[in-house]
């Protein structure tokens, strides 16, 4: 192919494909389950390659027109796209929105090259991106909590047949009466199962491996690394239990490591297994370009300069007028408001607790602070406040994770999901939503805040009305990005009712929040 005339097309397609990686890198740098997105793309491009040697003959094409079409209604699309991806970066749907039209317009111009033929050819290869798309948080979130509660069970049944004697909590583990060892989301395998997922994929790919050993590769390759994942979590346990939890420290990092290198390791083996030799079809599929007359091969003519340019310009034109409407709204909003806490630290057996390295490294908050008392009538109570400064991870980082998330992780359950009970504290409006768990027989009646400091103070400030198309588009409507994050959750327990706890958390917040 002479690839004189079709750089142009290249050189668009690649600045695409930048738009749609800045701003998926938020995702990759803040969440440690996708780190390996960074890869992705390369990987991606190698396998484009590798499929280049071996393309069928190109198709000639009759009406290019309706598939102009097409290019411009996708291009066009990506202008309010950008704009909620802009409001609302923790929106994981726009990621694969912004995805499937970068993977739609390249495979259009791929078939726009060879017709249908090449449009088959290099499918996977451009399609393979989306491996690196955040999955939606419906389906994220059960995953982790079910395989944290798979791998602390058999942690658990592993530990009593060596003589250990360990308890199940949820997805915490009591080796002894002060003892405890918590399967966090990086033990729980959910890491290793997307970079597994991956590698297998691609491995299918390069291999050019047929649709039923795919198959197995990628269902294997999963085993392992559920496999790998609980081996590392019983080691640490083990090691906890035999030289104290202080252990887990000096171990944690090294097992992670190993754990990663057996499930690569792993994969190496199916495919091995799976790929004796490869067989005719292959071999006759990998010399198609030395057999065809190379005319045959050539790409068609590309699409003209104008359209190139056009698409071009556009892209400048969504990016500064992105920036240009936030900006503008921006400048007409208020001073934004901001609250304190005081703590109540003359309180009977007010301790500070301290948030563990795990912890820290997935929030990654500003200032943060948690602490635990009781009260003149011996009720228990709790508090953690969050703060994340302003600034474009804020959203995705605060949202993260609540009470939903994070108590059953400590082996507390839901009971009753009390809805939103707004409260006006001293000036400040605290959209609260309630909650009631059981731990240990106990009923624990938590009562959780995620408040943004936005400028322009209306509405809810509420991750829960936040998490719907209406309120995010309204949020774009206004202007409203990049907001300041607090989060504080107060749990109370030995209360005989949610009523009487929301009084009674009322009337501390009364005096605790400093406009």
């Known amino acids: 192919m002479d690839s004189a005339p079709w750089w142009p097309v290249f050189a668009v397609l690649a600045l695409l494909w930048l738009l749609a990686v800045r701003q998926l890198r938020f995702e990759w740098t803040n969440n440690p389950q996708y780190t390996f997105g960074w890869t992705v793309p390369f990987l991606a491009g190698y396998l484009f390659l590798e499929r280049w040697k071996r393309r069928p003959p190109a198709q000639a094409l009759g009406s290019r027109r309706g598939l102009a079409i ?37 495979l259009a111009a791929v078939y726009f090259a060879g017709g249908r033929g090449w449009l088959r050819h290099f499918a996977f290869s451009v399609a393979f991106f989306l491996v690196a798309v955040p999955w939606p948080v419906p389906v994220e979130q059960p995953l982790v909590q079910l395989l944290m509660r798979s791998v602390t069970q058999i942690c658990v049944e592993a530990l009593s047949w060596a003589g250990i004697p360990a308890i199940q909590s949820g997805n915490v583990i009591q080796i002894s009466a002060t003892a405890k060892v918590g399967v966090e989301e990086a033990c729980s395998g959910v890491r290793s199962l997307q970079t597994t997922l991956m590698i297998a994929l691609f491995m299918g790919e390069l291999l050019r491996f047929r649709i039923l050993r795919r198959l197995v590769l990628l269902v294997g390759g999963l085993v392992v690394a559920f496999v790998c994942n609980a081996s590392r979590a019983y080691f ?3 090691v906890s239990a035999k030289s104290g939890t202080e252990a887990i420290a000096k171990w944690h990092d090294n097992v992670g490591m190993a754990v990663l290198f057996g499930s690569l390791v792993g994969v190496g083996i199916l495919c091995a297994l799976l790929n004796p030799k490869r067989d005719e079809t292959n071999e006759t599929d990998e010399t198609v370009g030395a057999s065809l007359d190379p005319g045959l091969l050539r790409a068609g003519d590309p699409p003209g300069k104008g359209i190139l340019i056009a698409l071009v310009v556009w892209f400048a034109v969504i990016e500064i007028g992105t920036e240009a409407w936030y900006r503008t709204a921006e400048s007409h909003f208020p001073k934004a408001t901001a609250w304190t806490v005081r703590w109540p630290v003359a309180q009977r057996g007010f301790r500070d607790v301290e948030f563990s390295d795990v912890t820290r490294n997935i929030l990654k908050y500003t200032d943060a602070r948690s602490a635990v008392w009781a009260d003149e009538q011996n009720r228990r109570w709790a508090m953690v406040l969050l703060r994340w400064a302003p600034g474009r991870t804020s959203v995705q980082l605060a949202r993260s994770h609540g009470p939903e998330v994070c108590l059953p992780a400590g082996g507390a359950k839901m009971t009753a999901d009390l809805g939103l009970h707004p409260m006006r504290i001293n000036g400040v409006n605290l959209p609260v939503h309630a909650y009631t768990f059981s731990a240990r027989d106990q009923v624990l009646h938590v009562f959780y805040c995620l408040w943004e400091q936005r400028p322009d103070a209306s509405g809810p400030q509420s991750t829960v009305e936040e998490l ?32 009487q706890a929301e009084a009674l958390v009322r009337s501390f917040l009364e005096k605790t929040i400093q406009p």
């Open 468 to 499: 719907n198309i209406s309120s995010r588009l309204n949020a774009v409507r206004r202007g409203v990005r990049n907001a300041g994050q607090q989060a504080i959750e107060v749990a109370l327990s030995d209360v005989a009712s949610p009523e």
């Open 236 to 238: 640490l346990v083990w």
């Open 70 to 106: 097409v290019v411009i209604t996708l291009a066009f699309l990506l202008l309010p796209v950008r704009l909620m991806q802009e409001s609302a970066p923790d929106w994981r749907l726009l990621g694969w929105a912004m995805g499937g039209i970068c993977v739609a317009i390249t």
